[in-house]
């Protein structure tokens, strides 16, 4: 298996560099029809499993030629488990952006994407950059969304008793305050790609909609007005936010909670073969950056 993904990787029609802003979605190859569902998606995700270590271990190489600054955090004294977060400062940078992805262990093309993105020069030159890479690598070892010990990471952002948590925001206590946070991530019962946008109580979407209308064409949008119980439109979610309206945070509303502007959560669905997943969710992230500069990039 690790050997047919890394050979996923070396094809990659974008290792020559990124093009300017929406250039990417003009270079980027149109299907006259999506991929058909695999079907392999019964209760939950039974698509292909991905060990994050070597992946990882190969980031790690890569950030250390690449002048990015890398951080083990450690999750128990006793143990070799930790997150690894990684950082990128410019003296002129337009923006300062979060990215974060494998919360759920069940959601591997969120990390492979990330990882892509990176290895492959697929993000902005002109920014910084905060990345967590794959949150949850113990889950996703197992192919499960929650950790071992059954918690579910993206729940866990107001009460904070999971150490993945813990360790991660005292890490990016330093690194506030961010112009955008973006999650990677994918869900299982999907039949297209969507996006919350969370926003405050009085506002309305201010980029979301750019980002969708930019990569439809490129990458199936979801067509469902319903999504997780709330109304969704083009594949949009804009979803309010209130700090009291939930006692199970998630990654987003702590983001939001601290200030940042735009916090999107981007949704692949899983129940499709792993590198087109991996595929959209770059395109998509690619988007998202471009939009904090030309928020019209899909117009």
């Avoid at 093009?19 to 979605?25: I, S, V, W």
């Avoid at 961010?178 to 009085?202: I, K, N, Q, R, V």
């Avoid at 983001?255 to 129940?271: M, Q, V």
Wanted: glycine fraction near 8%.
């Amino acid at each position: 298996m690790r050997r047919l993904l890394l050979r996923m990787w070396s094809d990659s029609e974008e290792r020559r560099g990124v093009p300017p802003d929406g250039q990417f979605l003009k270079d980027s190859p149109i299907k006259a029809l999506p991929p058909e569902k695999l079907g392999l998606n019964q209760g939950g995700y039974g698509g292909e499993g991905v060990n994050p270590g070597p992946f990882l271990d190969n980031l790690s190489r890569w950030a250390a030629r690449h002048a990015w600054e890398e951080k083990q955090l450690a999750l128990d004294a006793g143990s070799e488990a930790s997150l690894a977060a990684f950082t990128k400062r410019r003296t002129h940078a337009k923006a300062s952006v979060f990215l974060s992805a494998g919360i759920h262990g069940d959601e591997p093309a969120s990390t492979l994407a990330l990882i892509a993105l990176m290895e492959e020069g697929g993000l902005r030159e002109d920014f910084n950059y905060t990345i967590f890479p794959c949150l949850n690598p113990r889950g996703m070892l197992k192919r499960r969304r929650e950790t071992p010990e059954g918690k579910d990471l993206n729940r866990d952002y107001l009460h904070r008793s999971t150490l993945e948590v813990q360790r991660q925001l005292e890490a990016i206590d330093s690194w506030h305050p961010f112009d955008m946070a973006l999650f990677l991530h994918e869900d299982w019962e999907a039949h297209g790609f969507y996006l919350y946008e969370l926003m405050d109580a009085s506002s309305t979407p201010v980029l979301g909609r750019s980002i969708l209308q930019a990569i439809r064409g490129h990458v199936p949008v979801e067509s469902a007005s319903w999504i997780d119980g709330r109304t969704a439109c083009d594949g949009l979610i804009a979803a309010p936010f209130g700090e009291t309206q939930r006692k199970d945070w998630p990654e987003a509303f702590f983001f939001k909670h601290r200030g940042t502007p735009h916090c999107l959560t981007l949704e692949a669905p899983s129940d499709f073969p792993l590198k087109d997943r991996v595929h959209w969710l770059k395109l998509a992230t690619r988007a998202a950056l471009a939009s904090l500069v030309d928020p019209a990039i899909g117009s």
